[in-house]
């Protein structure tokens, strides 16, 4: 297989089995250095057991991992020189903070003098170079996560692993370390790769996405890509909310489709992938695409609705909106006007807002 | 606030039943071993005529006639045979010679038909004041003779302490033996627990079952049990000789049995228990991530085990060590049943005095010793169980 | 690959000493021999024979169950009791007179048994069966105690609450919600209070006269005086019993886990 020069880790078919459960399928995966990338998926959808392979905690059924164009299957751990954070931080409570970031580099048999100096930076990277002599129970979980951090860092490690890292920390923190992580990614130049469940999280961060389902990719690419040109429909489901309508193709010119509904409308819509003339297709619609209007307007693509339900959710307004033949959802901006139940409503989007998915 | 006082006195109300209980039937017993140990009144309430005169006595010039007069009434009005030989071993004990002493003078004292004008006429000795000293020495109410003897040290005829010749040091020789075989019945079971908790640990399943159902079963069968089947195995003919002469590893039984081996292979496998349980339960309690985290960070696995396994892990060997040394020293039944007559522990001499040989006042010191000992170790492992590990 | 392979054959091991000697004692129960050696010459109940005929063994089986019972009732009801005092948190000296209720599976037996042959002399009680049985209780007491504690430290003190809130009075609330759910905890303690006062002997070798022998004690002088393999018999019902035993307590745990 051709790997593309710049490439620094890579996947090649990698497969994993635990008994006769199949966590990850012949996989494959590239990452660049100095790239951020995000394995998104549910839980047991093999991002973290690739994780826990590339750190070397687990060995593949089959296939290769390469460091830098060299197969590392073979290196145990603690050669494998890459920086792990780990979703309950794994601090080692018998040390105290400035012990635990030291620990990495008492490991390489760093000087005492030189490891004395790049724990003070490690630590005063993350601010915390006041609790050096703590012990980590004595911390608050935002600062044992900046711990964590330092001590996955301070060894500059050739990749740094993150799993779940933020899960435990509660919202407002957790946005704020989202930002610190990805300013240090920049700064330092690291190559990171990190998992997470949190949709919002893989895209506020990283360079690329991968979409994890059941052991396979499901779509790889920026947090434009995957949210807005979902290459199926797990992915348009799993990021974000959206609006899926059934419909058959009627015809295809060039990166746009006609598609009939059931309700009997004809939608115009990009496409990804290929699609043929008959085929049966889900179309994905965003809730925040979609206008309403109580006459019908110039959008290319309008639905004749009927609002069921409206609510006032603070930042936006949730309109629950029902055709003849699909329910819709529509989130309009807080300045949008009330839609009381029963409301005719045209509700209205443009084609490069929805997007069909072959099934 | 009714309510509140109402729920105390509730509390304090099922609290009371045992309390009493243990009062009269768990801490009167100790106290009452422990005043066993400084009581004295052997010679006291045999003579309470003397009791007055002596006490006007300068302890150094020979009797005078009103102390003679005294003891000489005392004795006389004595009708209990046992309690007079309590006092002569008493008084034989303090001063050699009493016991000959005593014997004459009740003696001449019970001829009535030609009564003895004084103890001087008896025997010359009466005029010695050493006896007299002895005498009035033995008639204080308390003694810490029992408890000095205990750790081999008494007093000497100045009353100062010193250490009794090495003929008589006894006691000290089976201290030291007590905490020899506890302490290599401990470290045996930390040899053996340590790893077996660890194994156990990283298990999961029908196999961490087995490994810990392997230490429970033997946990709650009976002492006797266990201690009959070692019993059992070590014997002569037992299973362990006849196994090894079979396959040819020996040509003659090894003494296996009423010695040391027999005694420290039996005991570890009793506590063996006591030793993996708490280890096990502070291993369960490490975060499972932490090794992986001390490879990542470039540790190898030696390396990281003795980092941060078992530092973490110290506190469970602590503890299981503690538990089994207490429950060691104070071991009676399988040194008993298994050990020779050189490998027999504190618990058995003071078996020895308080059943064998009807000295209580020996049984007594020789268990506050154990009693003291056993509680201060116990004061350790209850602070060291109590502390919160370091983590949340 | 070794490390693994080291690891399977200590296990191994020391779950051979674990286990092995128990497993040995029992076929010996049925020898037909008179000495307590391997090779068996041939099999026969003549030993649980002897157990339940000799007159020496009958007794000792009958004085264990009257003194064993007598234990687990009064250190049940005494222990149980006092558990249901320690919940009060509000209590002054708690953690002492816990560790009082305690102490007694720390100090060493025959420091007790001193204690307890002077002091039951003083009462007049030395072999006597109260004697015995309020000895056996002091020891039995804490395991009794350790149990009940547990298995109320485990009930959620917001559904007595509820129970209150319903109407209950606090007798009913004990009877209908805080007693039931103890319950497996208490049963779990009258068993080891049984099984500790079946177990004793240097107690009962300070208090009890030769009227009161238990089976703990006449197999101690057994072993010590003439071994047969009557010994193995009564290790074979008392290996048996810990089975049972040890029945009752999972069953009586799993029946704590299903209630949380």
């Known amino acids: ?359 | 606030m009714t309510a509140g006082r109402s729920k105390t006195g509730r509390s304090l109300l099922l609290l009371l039943p045992l309390l009493l209980f243990l009062v009269g039937f768990f801490v009167w017993p100790l106290f009452s071993m422990m005043s066993q140990s400084i009581s004295d009144t052997a010679v006291l309430r045999l003579l309470p005529r003397s009791t007055e005169v002596l006490a006007g006595w300068d302890r150094q010039s020979p009797p005078t006639p009103e102390m003679q007069a005294a003891l000489m009434e005392d004795l006389k009005a004595v009708d209990d045979d046992q309690a007079l030989g309590d006092m002569v071993r008493r008084l034989n004990s303090a001063r050699s010679g009493f016991r000959t002493l005593m014997g004459k003078t009740t003696t001449a004292l019970g001829d009535t038909t030609n009564p003895p004008a004084d103890l001087v006429s008896i025997d010359t000795r009466w005029e010695k004041p050493e006896f007299w000293l002895a005498i009035a020495d033995a008639l204080s109410p308390l003694t810490d003779r029992n408890l000095l003897a205990a750790v081999d040290l008494g007093r000497n005829a100045a009353g100062e302490i010193e250490h009794l010749p090495a003929d008589k040091s006894v006691n000290r020789v089976i201290l030291v033996r007590t905490f020899w075989i506890a302490a290599l019945v401990t470290f045996a079971c930390a040899c053996i627990g340590f790893p077996y908790a660890m194994i156990a640990a990283s298990l999961s399943g029908w196999k961490r079952d087995l490994m810990l159902g392997a230490v429970l079963l033997p946990l709650w069968t009976s002492l006797l049990v266990r201690t009959a089947a070692w019993f059992i195995l070590l014997q002569e003919r037992g299973l362990i000789n006849e196994l090894l002469q079979t396959i040819g590893l020996i040509d003659s039984p090894l003494p296996l049995i009423f010695n040391r081996t027999g005694v420290i292979i039996a005991m570890t496998h009793v506590l063996l228990p006591f030793m993996v349980l708490p280890i096990y339960s502070v291993l369960l309690t490490i975060p499972k991530n932490l090794m992986p985290a001390a490879a990542s960070l470039g540790a190898h696995p030696l390396r990281a085990f003795l980092r941060v396994l078992l530092p973490l892990s110290l506190r469970g060997v602590a503890s299981g060590s503690l538990l089994v040394f207490i429950s060691a020293i104070g071991y009676y039944i399988t040194p008993a049943l298994i050990g020779g007559p050189g490998d027999q522990m504190i618990s058995s001499i003071i078996a020895f005095y308080a059943t064998g040989s009807a000295n209580w006042g020996m049984a007594g010191a020789l268990g506050v010793v154990l009693l003291v000992a056993t509680l201060l170790l116990y004061s350790v492992y209850a602070r060291l169980s109590a502390e919160e590990p370091g983590r949340r | 690959m070794p490390m693994k392979l080291t690891k399977f054959a200590f296990a191994s091991l020391t779950i051979l000493f674990l286990i092995a000697p128990l497993i040995a004692i029992l076929p010996l129960a049925f020898t037909s021999s008179v000495i307590l050696t391997y090779p068996i010459p041939s099999w026969s109940l003549r030993w649980f024979e002897e157990l339940f005929t000799a007159d020496a063994w009958r007794r000792a089986i009958v004085n264990s169950l009257i003194i064993g019972s007598g234990t687990t009732l009064l250190a049940t009801v005494l222990g149980t009791a006092a558990s249901l005092g320690l919940r009060n948190r509000a209590l002054f000296f708690r953690g002492s007179i816990r560790t009082l209720y305690l102490l007694p599976m720390v100090v060493p037996a025959v420091v007790l048994g001193v204690g307890m042959q002077v002091l039951l002399a003083g009462f007049g009680l030395t072999n006597s069966y109260a004697g015995v049985i309020i000895a056996h209780t002091v020891v039995a007491v804490p395991f009794v105690v350790v149990s009940v504690t547990g298995a109320l430290a485990g009930i959620d003190e917001r559904v007595e609450l509820a129970a209150e809130s319903l109407g209950a009075s606090p007798l009913t609330v004990f009877r209908r919600v805080t007693l039931p759910l103890a319950l497996p905890g208490v049963l779990s303690g009258a068993v080891l209070a049984f099984a500790t006062s079946l177990d004793e002997v240097v107690l009962t070798l300070f208090v009890a006269g030769p009227n009161q022998r238990t089976l703990a004690r006449q197999m101690f002088s057994s072993i010590r005086e003439n071994i047969s393999p009557a010994i193995a018999a009564a290790a074979f019902l008392f290996i048996a019993a810990t089975v049972l035993i040890g029945i009752v307590v999972v069953l009586s745990r799993s029946m704590l886990a299903k209630q949380r």
């Not at chain 1, 020069?5 to 995966?29: H, S």
């Open chain 1, 1 to 359: 297989m051709e790997h593309s020069v710049a490439e620094f880790i890579r996947f090649d078919r990698i497969t994993k089995f635990y008994g006769p459960l199949c966590v990850v399928e012949n996989l494959d995966l590239g990452i660049e250095k100095g790239e951020f990338v995000s394995l998104l998926g549910p839980s047991g959808s093999g991002k973290t057991t690739l994780l826990m392979m590339l750190a070397g905690f687990e060995q593949p059924t089959s296939g290769n991992i390469l460091l830098d164009g060299t197969a590392i299957n073979d290196v145990p751990t603690h050669k494998r020189d890459m920086g792990v954070v780990f979703q309950s931080y794994a601090l080692f409570p018998h040390m105290s903070v400035g012990e635990n970031v030291a620990f990495p580099l008492q490991m390489r048999g760093l000087g005492k003098a030189d490891i004395a100096g790049r724990v003070a930076r490690a630590l005063d990277m993350v601010q915390l170079s006041a609790l050096v002599d703590r012990r980590p129970s004595q911390l608050s979980g935002g600062q044992q996560q900046r711990v964590a951090l330092s001590r996955a860092l301070v060894f500059e490690p050739r990749v740094v692993l993150m799993d779940e890292p933020l899960g435990a920390l509660d919202k407002q923190l957790r946005e704020q370390m989202q930002l610190d992580i990805r300013d240090l990614h920049r700064r330092l130049g690291l190559t990171i790769v990190f998992v997470t469940h949190d949709q919002s999280e893989a895209l506020t961060m990283s360079d690329r996405v991968a979409v994890f389902n059941k052991g396979r990719i499901e779509q790889i690419g920026t947090p434009r890509q995957v949210y807005d040109e979902p290459a199926t429909r797990f992915v348009a489901e799993f990021i974000g909310e959206t609006n899926l309508v059934e419909g058959v193709v009627d015809a295809v010119q060039g990166q746009e489709a006609n598609v009939r509904l059931v309700s009997g409308d004809s939608i115009v819509s990009a496409v990804s992938g290929t699609v043929t003339p008959g085929q049966t297709v889900f179309l994905s619609i965003r809730p925040e695409r979609v206008d309403l209007s109580e006459i019908r307007g110039d959008a290319r693509n309008c639905l004749e609705t009927e609002v069921t339900d409206s609510v006032y959710q603070g930042d936006h307004l949730r309109v629950q909106l029902q055709n003849a033949a699909h329910p819709l959802i529509a989130k309009l901006s807080r300045r949008s006007r009330e839609f009381p139940p029963g409301t005719k409503v045209f509700a209205g989007f443009s084609a490069g807002d929805c997007r069909v998915i072959a099934p």
